[in-house]
């Protein structure tokens, strides 16, 4: 092995099947050749690997894990692994070779237009989301890791420093040393990597966040010749605002600072998230039309549509003897969206009551046929620490009217303010406080639901009231238990921790053990078993839960929604396009606006044809 690089000084070196061109580039894990396949007559890129990086058992079966699993990956944003050989004692990995430039040849001393940035970004975020999804993450995300064909199409290339996402490589020693924890380009680092833990896929979030930044404004977010000022930097500064250095939306400036976030826990938690914000921004009216192995968005785009409406006994004549709210002026088809309900007391309890109950309002809008209701999945962004004014989250999302509340303990006693704004205005058209006993709120989302349908002049027929009426629960603890579970559900989404699978699990079943009829607790169960054993396909004691318990929730009531989206989901993972589309229809003709229901038939019909 040794002087194993001066081997190709010459061209028509033959390796395997594979004849030396031309040396094309080098780096710290390799030198990397064009030549030519003889047997296939392609082109193909021959990384060489140094005699240092084999000298060591647990790196070889290392590198040799991961080339077999991006062999497996056939991505059109992945530059293609052909073969692992070794020839003369020469080890070497055989790639599809691309042509074109290298994405920093392409910016190169200047900004790129907005749409060029959305286009270049979207292929970059989904590169990563089918290696993700192949169990590898790239570990070295930079521009020189990209290559743009002449057709325009990005492909990334170099896993040369990728880590095995496998649970052998999590947890074997080899990937726990500080070099491999640190390895990179340190201004496209993470901050948790530069602190030695070793990189995940929010690292490499972090780095295409990084290169889209360039992209935009021309210049690295942050930038020293001296590593240890650039180092405390990136661990510690907030990044200059791209919109400064450059003439971009507020929309792609959003989504550049959620990919930098120093918190691995704030920023996006999938390459597939980060790809369905920026396919947002560049084609508001288009959907991603490519079909994963395995349909990872699911976990990433089904943040909040969660369950069925909670609730609720409403007596009618009540309704109507109370003051009446301002009432808006007529709208055919007014479009609604109900914001995070802000915590003002301790960070405990009002967390899950507030997004338990934004939710569920949410959901008992949507059943209003003349309503347009934002789904609970496209509000994510907003948070009520950092809300930005109505006008702007109006803009965003071509809505008319916002629902916005707060949510308190006082004196055993919880507050819920709520109100109604004619987002362009800025005008409050009403706003109303109900005050509960701390252990029963059983009837707010419905009655909040009532009072913005009515004022927004929504006249609700029979069979919608009696949707936005038909109690969940009438037991206050499992409605409790029912509104944490959904919470917890949610940060499983996110973070994806067992943890906090168990306490939703746990959760949800104490809702069921004090209520056994309550089909909402085990709809929302289902879904989480779908999270848990289809989605992420973690091991479990029994493999039919998901289906059993969204069964179960649809014996009881057969309008349970989430029973049915997790249904829906669950066939459409596994490949049964019938399955799936029965389920879909199934709750569009109780819901027609659910979310959950209409991404299963989109997908449903991509997958047949029926783009």
Do not use: C
């Not at 924890?181 to 295409?208: C, F, N």
């Not at 009551?353 to 962004?381: K, N, P, Y």
């Not at 006008?391 to 303010?417: D, F, M, N, P």
């Not at 419905?446 to 009438?474: C, F, H, I, K, R």
């Amino acid at each position: 092995m040794r002087g194993m690089a001066a081997a190709f000084p010459r061209p028509n070196h033959l390796l395997g099947h594979y004849r030396v061109l031309e040396k094309i580039g080098a780096g710290g894990m390799g030198e990397v050749y064009l030549a030519r396949d003889e047997e296939l007559n392609r082109d193909a890129a021959i990384k060489v690997l140094p005699a240092r990086t084999l000298a060591d058992p647990s790196a070889a079966r290392r590198v040799r894990r991961e080339a077999r699993a991006l062999a497996r990956l056939s991505d059109r944003h992945v530059a293609g692994v052909y073969e692992l050989g070794r020839q003369d004692g020469i080890d070497y990995i055989a790639l599809e070779y691309v042509g074109g430039m290298s994405l920093r040849a392409k910016i190169e001393g200047r900004r790129l237009a907005e749409p060029e940035v959305l286009d270049l970004g979207l292929q970059l975020a989904l590169g990563l989301a089918a290696a993700h999804g192949a169990g590898v993450i790239h570990g070295d995300i930079k521009p020189e890791n990209a290559r743009v064909t002449p057709e325009g199409i990005l492909k990334i290339v170099d896993f040369g420093l990728a880590r095995s996402l496998s649970p052998e490589s999590q947890s074997s020693v080899e990937t726990t040393t500080a070099a491999a924890a640190v390895a990179g380009t340190l201004p496209y680092m993470s901050p948790e990597q530069l602190r030695g833990s070793p990189a995940d896929v929010r690292s490499d979030i972090y780095a295409a966040g990084t290169t889209l930044y360039e992209m935009a404004a021309g210049r690295l977010p942050f930038a020293s010749e001296n590593s240890l000022q650039l180092m405390d930097a990136i661990q510690r500064q907030p990044p200059v605002s791209p919109r400064a250095l450059g003439r971009i939306s507020t929309g792609l400036e959003s989504v550049i600072l959620k990919s930098l976030e120093k918190d691995p826990q704030r920023r996006y938690q999938s390459a597939r998230e980060l790809a369905i914000d920026l396919q947002r921004l560049s084609a508001p009216q288009a959907v991603l039309t490519r079909r994963p192995a395995k349909w990872n968005s699911f976990r990433t785009r089904r943040v909040g549509v969660l369950g069925v409406a909670a609730v609720l006994i409403v007596v009618v004549g009540l309704h109507y003897l109370r003051p009446r709210a301002r009432v808006a002026a007529p709208d055919s088809h007014p479009r609604i969206a109900v914001l995070p309900f802000e915590n003002l007391g301790p960070q405990n309890r009002e967390d899950y009551l507030g997004m338990g109950i934004a939710d569920e309002v949410s959901t008992l809008l949507s059943r209003v046929r003349r309503l347009q209701v934002i789904s609970r999945m496209s509000m994510g962004r907003f948070q009520p620490a950092a809300m930005p004014p109505p006008q702007t989250i109006a803009k965003e999302l071509h809505v008319r009217y916002l629902v916005r509340g707060s949510i308190q303990h006082a004196e055993q006693q919880v507050r819920i303010v709520v109100a109604l704004l004619d987002a362009p205005s800025g005008t409050q058209l009403w706003a109303r406080h109900y005050d509960r006993p701390e252990k029963n709120l059983l009837d707010v989302e419905n009655e909040v639901a009532v009072d913005v349908a009515q004022s927004l002049a929504s006249t609700l027929g029979a069979e919608e009231y009696s949707a936005v009426a038909t109690p969940l629960t009438q037991n206050p603890q499992a409605f409790d238990e029912y509104l944490r579970g959904k919470t917890l559900t949610v940060q499983f989404n996110n973070r994806g921790r067992e943890e906090d699978f168990t306490a939703a699990e746990q959760a949800l079943k104490d809702a069921t053990a004090a209520d056994a009829g309550m089909a909402g607790a085990y709809g929302e169960l289902a879904h989480l078993y779908f999270l848990h054993d289809v989605d992420r396909a973690r091991p479990s004691v029994d493999a039919e839960r998901a289906r059993t318990v969204a069964q179960h929730a649809l014996d009881l009531d057969p309008h349970q929604l989430a029973a049915l989206d997790a249904l829906g989901m669950m066939y459409s993972v596994q490949g049964d396009d019938s399955g799936a589309y029965r389920s879909a229809i199934r709750a569009i003709q109780i819901n027609a606006h659910d979310s959950g229901a209409l991404m299963v038939l989109g997908v449903t019909y991509a997958n047949m044809g029926m783009l």
